[in-house]
């Protein structure tokens, strides 16, 4: 059965970091969640002035952070000692988990920046676990062609092939796909997943409902997704996970299952407790 369109966001623009503008769909009033994911923004511009001042250091802690850069040039820092240099077509991966303070800043002068963060929630048990992080640089992502389709395979299964970054409590899928003008994806996936798509260029159809660009469709259930392209191509992120199931209380930056716990967490950060051990970086 193909996965229908259960919903259709618009993306908000908001303002992040030191005054980037976003395009945010999961994270706002039209839908606050979409169990495991808590957020999902899109930043892009072809001006300088609207990205260069970033996202200097900000906490994290009780979920994953992961980005996903389409163009352009930014630096990751964190407290932790992790440095990382993400490239257009470049992904991270960080588990925040217990406490970490990181910023993203923009390494380049002019030019398009753009690309996307997903926010990813933890069970219970890992979310005062020790960090971790993983980057991938462009050449390390899969991609797969199928005549008219091709997809780059940041995590999950596609055409025999197997995606570089490990979200191992979501089993999360992320897919990068560009369709020609009237081709076709397809994918399966398990009934109890979560999953969206995400129109960034051109238009495209899922489930018989048409998605026009810079909206997120939350797909309903069934066992497989497939998504159309209209007259003029599409590419889009095709995202899926399982859910978690547990109670979310969110602040800010901070994701955990009770009121005491976020309470905690504030006051461990303005006490400078937040980070309690230095993560692992594993990536290629």
Known sequence: MIRPVKKLIRATEVTEGAGVTVRRTIGTPALRSLDPFLMFDHFGSSDPDEYIA?????????FVTFTYMLDGHMEHQDS???????????AQWMKAASGVIHSEMPRQGDGLMRGFQLWINLPAAEKMADPAYQEFSPQAIPEVRQGPVRVRLLAGKYGGRCGVVDDPHSDMHYLDIALEPGAEFALPLAGNYAAFVYVYEGSAAAGGSELPPHSLAVLGEGDEIRVGAGPGGARFVCVAGCPIGEEVVQYGPFVMNTREEIEQAIREYQSGQLVKKKAAMTGK
């Open 54 to 62: 970033g996202f200097p250091p900000h906490p994290h802690r009780g």
């Open 80 to 90: 932790m000692g992790n440095r990382g240099d993400l490239r257009a077509g470049g």
